[in-house]
């Protein structure tokens, strides 16, 4: 699509979602990482009797739940997860025929955003994958939700980490005012269970799969009920302190490397140091441009990494400690389900506003990336 369309204005017309069938508690999650540890230092005994070897430290639910606010996490493959000698998410692979399983999430949380907007597939323009852990180098994860859905049209897939929600709601925006585009999915699929590093006591506990979908369309073609976009607002500042430097340039790594930063680190306290002023910063001199006072915004629906994270952004922005229902929580069940994390915030939790509500729903995370979206409810 090609020809620019007068007075483009991108709104946000549905939100999809897929939530895996299986959940894995804190103590289920505890049980399995001690009966690790408890092996590993059985069958190491010598060596770290002899200081060769350091002894594994056992988890705790209480620490899990205190650190984080995380309670449980939804995955696609629990058995595997759980499973000491296994300790990952293990995929049946699939012949190239079928439908990939990062794929297939998206689809399933599209075709909910879909249903909602009451839109027919044929009239959706581009497929926008927007996640953080693509599962292969190409092709595109969205060309493929894009035939999958019967999508005319063109995808692409971009990675901007926990901020590739927001990130793609911008550039679905800016197609439709450019006129590039008039109905954009935005899909995130997270399987962040791949990435994580199970057998690492400071992080074992942080990430849960799932799939949410954004529909992003001319205010001219969506329905009654929908979200003016006021504005979106991105930063990025580089930093090391989180990080996953897995990639076919270190595929064969051998066997005497070691690997655990081909998945998920971070330096979770300066996580939290630096990431809370960057976003409360974004956050403020975004609605202040967009001439809106705090008290303007119902409701918050930020990216769900750590509890104390969103309450002290909250408190910066609204300038009080927010209410549950001016920051709502997935985290204690969804765990951090990186990009996906905010839009599943905002689509479990927004029903309940008036026509006339603002609310912003905010991303941040690896980069350092942060995206900002104002929106106001219509219909
Ligand atoms: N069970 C029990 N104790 C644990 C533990 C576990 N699973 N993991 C760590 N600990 C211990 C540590 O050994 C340390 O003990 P010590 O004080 O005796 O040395 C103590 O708990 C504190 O560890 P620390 O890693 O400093 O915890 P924290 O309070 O900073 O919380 C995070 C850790 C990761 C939850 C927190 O830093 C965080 O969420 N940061 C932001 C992360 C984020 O948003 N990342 C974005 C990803 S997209």
Redesign the pocket.
């Known amino acids: 699509m090609t020809s620019a369309y007068k007075n483009a204005r991108p709104v946000i017309s549905a939100t999809g979602l897929f939530t895996p069938a299986d959940s894995i508690s804190n103590d289920e999650l505890?049980e399995s990482?001690n009966a690790y540890v408890a092996q590993h230092n059985a069958q190491h005994a010598a060596a770290i009797d002899a200081g060769d070897v350091i002894a594994l430290?056992?988890?705790?639910v209480?620490?899990?739940e205190?650190?984080?606010g995380i309670k449980a996490r939804k995955v696609l493959s629990k058995a595997s997860i759980l499973d000491i000698d296994v300790m990952c998410p293990r995929f049946d692979e699939r012949p190239n025929d079928e439908l990939s399983v990062l794929a297939e999430i998206g689809v399933a949380a599209a075709r909910d955003a879909l249903a909602r907007a009451g839109r027919d597939a044929k009239d959706v323009d581009a497929v926008l994958v927007a996640c953080?852990n693509l599962q292969r180098a190409y092709p595109a994860i969205a060309i493929e939700v894009q035939d999958a859905l019967g999508i005319e049209g063109f995808g692409f897939d971009m990675n901007v980490?926990?901020s590739s929600a927001t990130f793609g709601i911008q550039t679905a925006a800016d197609f439709i005012r450019a006129g590039n585009a008039r109905s954009v999915l935005v899909v995130s699929p997270e399987i962040c269970s791949g990435h994580l590093n199970w057998r690492d006591?400071?992080?074992?506990?942080?990430f849960g799969d799932v799939a949410t979908a954004v529909l992003v369309e001319d205010a001219d073609l969506a329905p009654a009920q929908h979200w003016d976009i006021l504005g979106t607002q991105l930063k990025t500042r580089f930093s090391n302190n989180?990080r996953n430097n897995f990639g076919f340039l270190n595929r064969t790594a051998p066997e005497s490397r070691d690997d655990a930063d081909k998945l998920?680190v971070?330096e979770?306290?300066k996580?939290?140091k630096e990431?809370v002023p960057m976003v409360g910063e974004l956050i403020t001199d975004h609605i202040a441009r967009l001439g809106l006072a705090p008290a303007d915004l119902r409701r918050l629906w930020l990216?769900q990494?750590?509890a104390?994270?969103n309450r002290l952004i909250a408190q910066r922005v609204l300038g009080h400690e927010a209410s549950e229902d001016e920051s709502p929580t997935v985290l204690d069940s969804y765990a951090?389900t990186?990009s996906a994390g905010s839009i599943i915030a905002f689509h479990l939790h927004n029903e309940d506003l008036k026509p006339g509500d603002t609310g912003l729903i905010c991303s941040?995370?690896?980069g350092y990336s942060a995206g900002s979206v104002v929106v106001r409810k219509v219909g």
């Open positions: 505890v990482f430290q056992p988890s705790s209480e620490f899990i205190k650190a984080s953080s980490a926990c006591r400071d992080s074992h506990f942080i989180i998920f971070q979770g306290r996580v939290f990431v990216h990494a750590n104390g994270m951090n990186s941040f995370g690896a």
